[in-house]
């Protein structure tokens, strides 16, 4: 142990191999000024650990060989070797509350990014996973081809009636839609409250069910102020028939989101997780947490669907980013990008079913489905399918013609020649991305 009152450098170890059972984090960072390296990366193993800012006299060796230890390191960029025994068996945020909790408000650490963790088999076990995952596309919608589900936020986003939202439920789901879905800020206000919604969409969705032949469901938002009303609001949904659930995993927190995995699987239901908040954590390249290793934890929480962005659309994330984030939700060994992903073995824990979503348009189905490819994923199309000429139904039929046009090897242009819809969405929109 070292000698002098302060103790960081004791967490630098390069000579350390990291053990099968070690979860392993990599940071990236930047020291204060005055500050040097390896007295940072000593800050950040010692403090998400064992460590505080003195020697102590109440350590002794069992305590001391639990510490973390930074044992590979470059200037800016830090791998730590974690003990298994630091983590409370299936708990996301007593995790969080040690990779990710006091070391971002130390002084000596301008910037500090959490870029990815390696968890292993020992940690996962304790984790279900998604009860469905991508199985929803052939389990709950009984798909045989294409293997997609469409879905279509009503907009304007929030402010409509509980009628007009059922309303515009009908019309997207005899489009072809598979799913309706509330926005991320819509769950029980004056103007269209829960129960009301729940109950009219259930209604339209029967309806609709009975003239296609298809199965329709809905992704309706039960974020709540407490937990209990939240499980409520779940059971509501099941008692309606919807096999879906959706909840805002990061206003709502990851015990909101393992409590409602808890339900669901009780239920039979699925959850389809929105991400709203992320870019408040994620968005700069040096500071906060990659959306990557935020997509990570809710496919160990038992989030059934997530968005992750389309690398063509309104939102930010690029198409490698958002390539490398579905190769994490939906593989089962997840290889190493230098820097960027570090590997994973998934185990036992089933993929996800990936979300493009954000200013999507039927313009840009060929764009998306070169970053997605064209099986298991969730398509989720607003504006693009309301903001149609000729309404909302229509949208939605322009939608479903652009992605059987690209199944069936044609061009936009080509089938626009067979489709008034599509003809019309392009005529409006192009091939465009909105920002």
């Not at 103790?7 to 984090?25: A, H, N």
């Not at 299936?90 to 909790?101: K, R, T």
């Not at 939700?329 to 996800?352: A, F, N, S």
Request: hydrophobic share 40%.
């Amino acid at each position: 142990m070292g000698m002098s009152f302060e103790w960081y450098r004791d967490f630098v170890d390069t000579s350390y191999k990291p053990k099968q059972d070690d979860l392993v984090v990599l940071f990236r960072f930047r020291p204060a000024e005055g500050m040097e390296v390896e007295d940072v990366i000593g800050r950040i193993a010692s403090e998400s650990s064992i460590g505080t800012w003195t020697t102590l006299t109440t350590l002794d060796e069992r305590i001391y060989s639990m510490r973390a230890r930074a044992f590979w390191y470059t200037e800016e960029h830090v791998k730590v070797a974690y003990p298994l025994v630091l983590w409370e068996p299936g708990s996301i945020p007593q995790l969080l509350s040690g990779i990710a909790g006091n070391i971002y408000g130390m002084r000596a650490v301008e910037r500090l990014k959490l870029i990815d963790a390696t968890l292993p088999r020992e940690y996962i076990k304790h984790f279900r996973g998604p009860n469905y995952g991508k199985d929803a596309i052939k389990k709950i919608f009984k798909k045989k081809g294409p293997l997609t589900v469409t879905a279509s936020v009503p907009k304007p986003k929030i402010g409509m009636t509980a009628e007009q939202h059922a309303k515009i439920a009908y019309e997207i789901y005899t489009g072809g839609f598979d799913v309706i879905k509330d926005d991320e800020n819509l769950t029980d206000q004056s103007f269209n409250r829960f129960e009301e919604r729940v109950r009219l969409v259930a209604r339209a969705r029967d309806r609709a069910e009975e003239e296609t032949g298809e199965v329709k469901d809905a992704f309706i938002n039960v974020t709540s102020p407490t937990l209990r009303e939240m499980e409520r609001r779940i059971e509501l949904l099941h008692d309606y028939g919807f096999r879906y659930l959706m909840l805002d995993i990061l206003t709502t927190g990851w015990s909101a989101l393992q409590t409602a995995a808890e339900l669901a699987r009780e239920l039979d239901m699925a959850i389809h997780a929105h991400r709203a908040m992320h870019a408040a954590i994620d968005r700069l390249p040096d500071h906060g947490m990659t959306m990557l290793f935020i997509a990570k934890l809710a496919r160990l929480a038992g989030a059934d669907n997530l968005h992750i962005g389309t690398g063509v659309g309104k939102m930010e994330g690029k198409k490698e980013e958002v390539r490398m984030i579905y190769e994490e939700i939906t593989g089962e060994k997840v290889e190493e990008v230098p820097l960027k992903r570090l590997p994973q073995d998934w185990g036992h824990i089933k993929p996800m079913l990936p979300v493009a979503s954000g200013g999507l348009h039927p313009g840009l189905i060929p764009a998306l489905f070169e970053v997605y490819g064209t099986t298991e994923i969730c398509i989720q199309v607003g504006g693009g399918v309301h903001g149609h000429p000729d309404g909302s139904h229509a949208g939605a039929k322009a939608v479903v013609q652009a992605i059987h046009a690209y199944m069936d090897g044609l061009t936009l242009e080509e089938a626009a020649g067979k489709y008034p819809e599509l003809r019309k969405a392009l005529e409006k929109w192009g091939t465009v991305s909105p920002r």
